[in-house]
């Protein structure tokens, strides 16, 4: 009879390529109670807009479901029901430029349906129209708000009250009749589930833990590509969900099995260690930011330990790490603390470039949030980066190679990287002048 809808967008304006990042469907019968619910996020394949409103990361949305893979299940529920919203101009205008994207024509009109809040001048006292003063004004509790299914159950409680309100048969029944005989086109209904939200990082394993086991370890000639593409995510010190698919990607190219990348993790971190002790002093910060790092290898402060021990007792010269030279080119994307203004501003003062989009000249791309579906936020194809040189582990012991090297790639950080007093440290230590953030 209705169905209920509540939307989360990427903004407000369908004309501004503004995308649904999450819907839900609550059905009702014709007393106005509940039949069904259904909801899901959506991704829009494009950044997420301001996420201060919505609340839906990217790591979220980068496993969800485009429009087009649920667009036969959203059509299914809607068939046949008398479409509400609260503020149904701007979910009906939202619904039928995604399903228009498609090629698609759907009976979907601000006037082939019921608005909860221009319904309010009828059946409340308020002035004010937005769900949580009208839900007052008819004493209902506050609902929570910034969800998609949140609202459609706001918004389906609303009118529930509208019905005892509306009389037997209400104002809009002769609609409703019509609303029924409207025809819908026939879409593929896919046994795609729905994604909700605040579960990803519940479900998320370590991504060691998606490599193949395969023993005896048999280290691969190319692991110094997936430790230079370590080196690269650890430069905000945070794996996020697209970085560690990346990950694991790259050692399944190159044929790595979990024991191999369990070893290049131990390798890595006493490089890490050496750094660290290059000045023989190793600080409590330089400690904590070794635990952290170990903790998102998968390792534990007794593997900083031995690494340590190590470091110390076969003591080498720097080592060459990743940094940013007068002339790099950097990107910053997303709502970003200090403004982008000023981080642009600040590395123009040293010497950088800054760009609105990533490149092959791309050296840096900082990123609010690491997962943003921004599709300049996806770094272009490069050649493989250059192999970083580390000291052999305690463990077993190996021999390193040095070797001239191109510029590596695009890096990817979440947030400014002089705010990690450690890795300026690790760039200070180059030879080579370094261009960084105050």
């Known amino acids: 009879m209705y169905a209920v809808v509540d939307l989360q967008t990427t903004g407000t304006r369908t004309s501004w390529h503004d995308r649904i990042v999450e819907i839900a469907i609550v059905r009702l019968d014709a007393t106005g109670t509940v039949v069904d619910e259904w909801c899901t996020l959506v991704n829009p394949d494009r950044d997420l807009g301001p996420q201060s409103l919505h609340g839906i ?50 009976p979907v009109d601000d006037d082939w349906g019921l608005c909860t809040m221009r319904l309010a001048g009828h059946f409340l006292p308020t002035a004010s129209r937005s769900l949580k003063a009208c839900r007052a004004a008819a004493g209902l509790p506050p609902h929570r708000e910034y969800s998609a299914l949140h609202g459609a159950r706001a918004a389906a409680e609303l009118l529930t009250y509208y019905l005892g309100r509306a009389g037997d048969p209400p104002p809009w029944a002769e609609l409703s009749d019509e609303v029924r005989q409207m025809k819908w086109p026939a879409l593929p209904v896919t046994d795609v589930v729905p994604v909700a939200r605040g579960r990803t990082e519940e479900r998320e394993p370590h991504f060691l833990t998606r490599l193949v086991e395969r023993l005896p370890r048999q280290l691969n000639p ?3 590509a997936y430790l230079a593409l370590l080196d690269g995510v650890l430069l905000d010190r945070h794996i996020s969900a697209s970085e560690a698919d990346q990950l694991v990607t790259t050692a399944e190219r190159i044929g790595l099995s979990r024991a191999d990348a369990e070893f290049l993790h131990h390798r890595y971190l006493s490089g890490l260690a ?3 002790l290059a000045d ?23 593997d900083v330990d031995r690494a340590l021990a190590g470091a110390a007792e076969h003591p080498s010269a720097p080592i060459a ?3 940013l030279s007068p002339g790099d080119q950097v990107v ?23 760009a609105r989009k990533v490149t092959k000249q791309t050296r840096l791309l900082v990123a609010a949030d690491p997962d943003s579906m921004s599709h300049k936020t996806t770094p272009p194809s490069c050649p493989p980066p250059p192999p970083p040189h580390f000291p052999p582990p305690p463990t077993p012991p190996a021999s390193t190679t040095s070797r001239s090297s191109p510029r590596p790639p695009t890096a990817r950080c979440s947030r400014p990287c002089s705010a990690n007093p450690f890795l300026v440290r690790m760039r200070s230590a180059r030879p080579q002048a370094t261009s960084q953030a105050p």
């Open 332 to 354: 910053f994307t997303g709502i970003l603390q200090p403004p982008r203004e000023h981080l642009e501003v600040d590395a123009l003062t040293h010497g950088l470039r800054t």
């Open 321 to 323: 790490q990743w940094q």
């Open 222 to 224: 190319k692991a110094d």
């Open 280 to 302: 023989q002093i190793l600080t409590p910060a330089e400690r904590l930011d070794l635990d952290g790092v170990a903790e998102l290898l998968g390792l534990t402060s007794a």
């Open 57 to 106: 990361t990217g790591a979220e949305a980068r496993r969800a479901p485009v429009f087009a893979e649920v667009a036969g299940q959203i059509a299914e529920r809607l068939a046949g029901q008398l479409l509400v919203a609260h503020n149904l101009l701007f979910d009906a205008g939202f619904l039928l430029a995604e399903f228009g994207k498609l090629g698609v024509t759907v």
């Open 274 to 276: 050496a750094v660290a």
